[in-house]
């Protein structure tokens, strides 16, 4: 089977025409998502009364190291450090219905934006959790041992959640497996790819920061464009006998 070279101006393109057509309301339901998750955080960052008091005498006394661990103390309480861990599986949950909400829109599976990306076994959701991680620690791993290594792991691992969201049936070590098998001869494209994606939520900042909620629904059609692209290069092994 002839391998397929993933080509960054054609996915960024075909990025760019479904983001032309679904990009604004996904770009609302990022934005209503942030909203929600920052009011949610805002009673934990709030520095109580006794530390407003200890910030202040802090500075009356010129102790500039004084206030700064006053503050500090926010970030590293209890409440604070809880709330954080909920705001991260919240969110984990939330980016895994985005993402295979593109998914189908790449594929046109869903012709019209709605919530059912969103409509996943609790199952697939943990497994997407436990995918994260894993993949998390192995790329940490590979910064550790000279940065090169966690780049080219985290490259080669880039596919594996998109592959669980759309074969939910598959396992964490399957979806990774597969993902390493799609971006065969085609790590420098994802790389650039990764790149460019970098570059539009830059730019998306740049716009008053409101460019960012557009270019984030952005950069996850252009990632399930080439994932849908280098799907061909990848036969399941249960498959290969009948290829």
């Known amino acids: 089977m ?51 008091d200890k910030y202040m005498n802090a500075m009356q006394h010129q102790d500039y190291d004084g206030a700064m661990r006053a503050l500090d103390s926010v970030t590293t309480g209890v409440g604070y450090n809880i709330a954080s861990v909920v705001e991260s599986l919240i969110s984990i949950v939330f980016y895994a219905g985005l993402a295979r909400t593109c998914i189908l829109l790449a594929s046109h599976s869903m012709d019209k934006l709605s919530f059912d990306g969103f409509k996943m076994p609790v199952m697939t959701y943990l497994k997407v959790f436990a995918l994260s991680i894993v993949v998390g620690i192995i790329v940490a791993i590979g910064l550790c041992l000279c940065v090169l290594p966690g780049i080219w792991v985290a490259v080669k691992l880039s596919m594996s959640v998109y592959y669980l969201l759309d074969h939910p049936e598959a396992g964490i070590v399957e979806s990774m497996k597969a993902s390493w098998e799609m971006t065969k001869g085609n790590w420098w494209a994802i790389l650039g790819l990764e790149f460019v994606n970098f570059f539009l939520v830059l730019l998306g900042f740049c716009v ?36």
């Not at 998750?37 to 407003?52: N, T």
């Not at 460019?211 to 996850?220: C, D, E, L, Q, S």
């Not at 059609?221 to 498959?239: D, G």
């Open 208 to 243: 008053c920061c409101i460019g960012t909620f557009f270019a984030i629904p952005w950069t996850y059609l252009n990632e399930v464009t080439a994932y849908n692209t280098l799907l061909t290069n990848y036969i399941p092994e249960a498959q290969y006998e009948t290829v």
């Open 2 to 52: 002839e391998r397929v070279t993933l080509s960054i101006s054609a996915v960024v393109g075909e990025g760019w025409e479904l983001a032309k057509k679904h990009g604004l309301m996904l770009a609302v339901i990022v934005l209503a998502f942030s909203l929600v998750m920052y009011l949610i955080m805002i009673p934990f960052s709030m520095p109580s009364q006794e530390v407003m």
